[in-house]
Structures are given as structure tokens and as C-alpha cells.
């Protein structure tokens, strides 16, 4: 039975700025080169016979001579292992050599033949943005047949390719890359995909546990396997603070779901029996946590009729902003002396 083993992996970023979190960012730009690391050791411990990188190699199409070096060392490791990789959209002006073991494929759709497999691969094409997945013949249908392809499934821009064009590919496994979560291995006709997801989340729209896919590809099926890195997770807890009337009993609420290793956004929501001091809590949470920031979407009880009656300039500004919740919200909190923190921050 023809069988072949690969680790599939994807938008590693390397050497990512972090700028939404630039007080830790040094730290986590090197937790970063040690994920990949990580995924070297498990290419050894889980004996693959091909690890596939499906673009996005770089967060910007450059890396620091460490990082370079680091890589290289690391490939260097496996070098019994065979290595695909593929760039994307953010390798724009790439210009590395990694060490023979690794086949970069160029834009123009080509193929490695293996033993019981062939491997084909284009990377990211800026001059025309089109999937190469549209333009696979397959060789020999009597080997196991896997594509690296980076891309938007079912969308409009970058490199985009249908559910359609994977149920006609041909091929045993697809392994994709540009999406930067991990949602289980699908199946459209005979083909096996998935996106890999990040190794690393990098900011808190890219929450979670995130890591690298096993995968034993068979002739008619695949069995895949998610596993974890261990990297520190980006988390975004919504914390109830009904009936919780300091920002000292709101942190104690905060500390029974956190631990010191990941990045936490606290999202407040509710109605508190007391003032909440948002910047208090930020600072009281940033010394005992990894990293923390606070999002403040609790309500006040106030009485906005009784307000709007006084003879102050808090009741002048209610009585003309009544009509608009959120300004309504934000200016009340302002003039409070308290710092507003929106969605965005």
C-alpha cells in the first residue's frame, strides 16, 4: 500500500514586529524562531518522510541575518528530510537560499517525484492572481499526489481557487496556506485539504491554540492529526462584572481564567454595582499577567432622566446627547477623567 507521511505547516511570519503588543514584541519575535524550531523536533519524532511549508515564510519578504541563520541551522537538523516550501503573499521580494534539502518552488507550477509520491508546488504569483491549483494536470495517477497551494479559498483576491477546483484536482491531499486558522480536515470528491493555520498566534485576531498537521496519506484517504505547539496563546476573555463593585474584586474574577504564560484581552461586560477605575485594573493586571489589556463594555446604572435635569455641565452634555448611546457612554466616561478604551484598542 502506498503510504507517505508529511508534517504540513504554513505562515510561520518570521520575524514578525508584534507592534500591537510592542512591550513584549523582542521576546515573542523569538518565541516565534523557537516555534519553528519546535516544528523541526516534531519532523523527527513523528519519523515524516516529507514536511511541507505552504507559504509565508516571512512576515515582509526579509528576515534578520539571526533569523536566516537560525532557520538554516534548523533545516539542517532534518537534513534526511525532505522540505517543500512554497512562498506567499507576504514573501514579496524574497531572495534566500535555504540547504538542499529544502526545494523552493519557483512561480511557474512544477513537480518532485518521490518514491510513492509526487509533490507539486507554485508560490505566490503577484502578476496575475490566479490559483495555480487551476492549472494542475496530474502526472501519474498511480502515485500518491499532494499540492502545496497558498491562497483564499472561495474568495476574490489573492491567488483565489473554488471548492470546485479541489473536487477536480486529482489530487490525495491538498495543503494549503493563507488562512490562518486551523478548522479540521475537509473533503471535496476525492481530495483531502486544510489549511494548517499559523504556528504562533500573533495578536488577538488570531486567538488560540495553534500548531502543525501530521498527516498519513494513503492512496484513497488521510488520517491527520492537529498537533499543538505550545506557544503562548493570544485569548480574548469576557468577564461578567455584574454585582462586582471594584477593580479590585473585577481582578480577582479576571485571575480564576488566566495563567502568567498567554495574552489576555478582558473584555468587561455588564452592569458593576460599583466604579469600575478601567486604568487601575489594566496596570494591577499587566503586574501579575504575561500581558493584559482591558476593554471596557460595561454599562452604568445611572438615572439619565435625573441627569439631564441638572443645572452642570454633566447635565447640559446629557440632555443634548441622549439620542446617542455610544457618545452618550464615552462622554460621561470622559468626563469622569476616566481614559476610554473602544473596540479598537
Known amino acids: 500500500m502506498k503510504h507517505i507521511r508529511i508534517l504540513h ?8 514586529t508584534f507592534f500591537s503588543v510592542s512591550q513584549k ?3 515573542l519575535k523569538h518565541e516565534l524562531l523557537e516555534a519553528f524550531g519546535r516544528i523541526v523536533n516534531i519532523a523527527k519524532e513523528k519519523n515524516v518522510d516529507a514536511i511541507l511549508i505552504s507559504g509565508d515564510i516571512t512576515d515582509n519578504g526579509t528576515m534578520s541575518e539571526a ?3 537560525f532557520m538554516c541551522e534548523a533545516f539542517n537538523k532534518i537534513s534526511h528530510i525532505p522540505v517543500f516550501a512554497i512562498l506567499g503573499n507576504h514573501d514579496f521580494g524574497f531572495n534566500y537560499t535555504f540547504p538542499e534539502n529544502v526545494h523552493l518552488f519557483g512561480t511557474d507550477l512544477d513537480l518532485v517525484s518521490l518514491k510513492d509520491a509526487d509533490i507539486y508546488g507554485a508560490s505566490f504569483n503577484f502578476e496575475r492572481d490566479i490559483s495555480p491549483l487551476k492549472e494542475l494536470v496530474i502526472k501519474d495517477n ?3 499526489n499532494i499540492m502545496l497551494c497558498h491562497g483564499t479559498l472561495n474568495g476574490n483576491t489573492d491567488n483565489p481557487f473554488l471548492t470546485s477546483d479541489i473536487e477536480k484536482s486529482g489530487l490525495n491531499y491538498l495543503a494549503l496556506g493563507h488562512i490562518h486558522s486551523f478548522e479540521g480536515l475537509d473533503k471535496k470528491g476525492m481530495t483531502y485539504y486544510c489549511y494548517s493555520g499559523v504556528p504562533m498566534g500573533r495578536g488577538f485576531d488570531e486567538l488560540g491554540e495553534k500548531g502543525v498537521i501530521i498527516a498519513d496519506i494513503y492512496e484513497n484517504t488521510v488520517e491527520a492529526e492537529f498537533v499543538p505547539l505550545g506557544s503562548r496563546k493570544f485569548v480574548e476573555l469576557s468577564v461578567d462584572c455584574a454585582g462586582l463593585s471594584n477593580y479590585i474584586e473585577v481582578a480577582d474574577k ?3 481564567s488566566t495563567n502568567e504564560k498567554d495574552l489576555y484581552k478582558v473584555v468587561l461586560k455588564g452592569t ?5 477605575n478601567v486604568e487601575t485594573l489594566n496596570s494591577v493586571l499587566q503586574e501579575k499577567l504575561f500581558y493584559a489589556k482591558v476593554v471596557d463594555k460595561t454599562k452604568a446604572e445611572v438615572n439619565i432622566e435625573e441627569l439631564a435635569k441638572e443645572q452642570s ?6 440632555k443634548n446627547a441622549m439620542n446617542n448611546q455610544k457618545a452618550l457612554e464615552y462622554g460621561l466616561k470622559a468626563l469622569n477623567g476616566e481614559r476610554i478604551y473602544t473596540d479598537e484598542d
Open 272 to 276: 458593576p454595582s460599583g466604579y469600575i
Open 9 to 16: 505547516t504554513a505562515d510561520l511570519h518570521i520575524d514578525t
Open 25 to 27: 514584541a523582542e521576546l
Open 67 to 69: 533569523s536566516y541563520k
Open 254 to 256: 479576571v485571575y480564576e
Open 142 to 144: 498511480d502515485k500518491i
Open 313 to 318: 455641565l454633566v447635565g447640559y452634555f446629557v
